[in-house]
């Protein structure tokens, strides 16, 4: 096996990508921990070197102390080496947003999208949020079957977030369609984001000229005074960073209460059980399940591992979520323990109104659904359902299910 110089003293590094990685990634998150500790080599698809932060206290670590670990991908010491067709590129290219923006700029632009986040009524949202449901659902309904990931979990984030910046139907229908789209993988994705970015200058205009309430009326409102570029790059990340993890939070929720016997008996309107699902999914199979990341301003020492200027390190937060060092001390998956790193942590941690307005969607989601389809059941072997190939992202691909027409 060819073998990175940077991890030239660690032959056996783990690769994370690959067949093994997506079928049972917490299997090969024990094995990195058993023979390298809280902190491993890994490969990135291509051979590319980088370290997984598998110890939650270590990632809790590398999150709060942004004066050793930058959130700028520009430092990463492998650039020169990365292709121009890299895969890896649409998760770790720098970007001109919040999401890569460090210190002052950082908080400036950071504390302008919490603001115009918390803005956000949360039960009109949850109302809207029904009226979605219910449109998505009249449209498979009469079948008998469906696949909730295409037909539902995809799709009403994406229309959550259009009722949140003030689209018209028109612009919905095309925001929705851009939206899937650009996360496709396919040749069409570039021009989707294109497509998404020329809306979000729209919205920008329309925000100054007619504002409402609306996120980006007041994005540009906001006393942080962004510029129209900043404020689409950030408008457009809202919108991305959502949509994929809150679809796949439903997606892996409705999965787990399908296939666990401790939620079977409480389908039927047990409505408890959908908080609980989604508290123990963020344990268990969190939708982010690695972050790249953060990169090394200089050469320190974590978990044993020497690490250089400019190295990648990724958040493992499947991982740390799973740490004996912390399971021990706590049963992670009961209604009321919210300590998983799922949002991450520190700065650069998912807004803590992002994190409310994602579990209204995605409680909403369920809730609704199980009301109209209560004997909803899974069309397949629980065995057979197909996870994302993505060492990334955790969800299936599908989610076939099959009903009383209604």
Known sequence: MHVHPQHAHHPDAFRLYGPDIQRDPATIYREMRARYGPVAPVLLEGDL????????????????????????????NRWPAVPADWPGRTVVEYMPSVYYAEGAEHHR???????ILAAVDQLTLREECERIADRLIDAFAGDGK????????????????AFMFGLSPAETEGMVRDANTMVSGTSESIAARERLRALMAVL?????????????????AHPAGLTDAEMIDDLGLIIGAGQLTMAMWIGNALRLMLVDDRFSL????????????????LWEDTPI?????????????????????????????AAANADPMIREQSTPSA???????????????????????????????IEVLLDRLPD???????????????????????????????
């Not at 323990?337 to 969607?361: K, Y």
């Open 146 to 161: 469906a696949d909730l990931i295409t037909l539902y979990a995809s799709q009403l984030p994406l229309f959550a977030d």
């Open 49 to 76: 070197p980088a370290w997984l932060v598998l110890g939650y206290r270590e990632v809790h670590y590398v999150t709060s102390n942004p004066e050793l670990f930058g959130r700028d991908s520009r430092r990463w």
């Open 204 to 220: 920008v205009q329309r925000g100054r000229e007619r504002p409402g309430p609306n996120l980006p009326s007041r994005l540009v």
């Open 109 to 115: 632009r950071a504390g302008a999208v919490h603001d």
């Open 266 to 281: 409480t389908l039927a309107g047990g409505r408890r059980s959908i908080g609980q699902a989604l508290n123990e999914v």
């Open 376 to 406: 909803l059941s899974l069309a397949v072997d629980r065995d057979a359902l197909v996870w994302l190939p993505s060492p990334w992202l955790r969800g299936p691909m599908s989610l076939p299910v099959v009903f009383t027409p209604a």
């Open 289 to 317: 399940q690695n972050f790249a990341g953060r990169w090394a301003v200089r050469a320190t020492e974590l978990g044993g591992q020497r690490i250089q200027a400019g190295d990648m390190l990724i958040l493992g937060l």
């Open 335 to 365: 209604a009321g323990n919210r300590s998983q790193l799922s949002f991450s942590h520190g700065e650069h941690r998912c807004p803590l109104p992002a994190q409310e307005i994602a579990e209204v969607v995605a409680q909403t989601a």
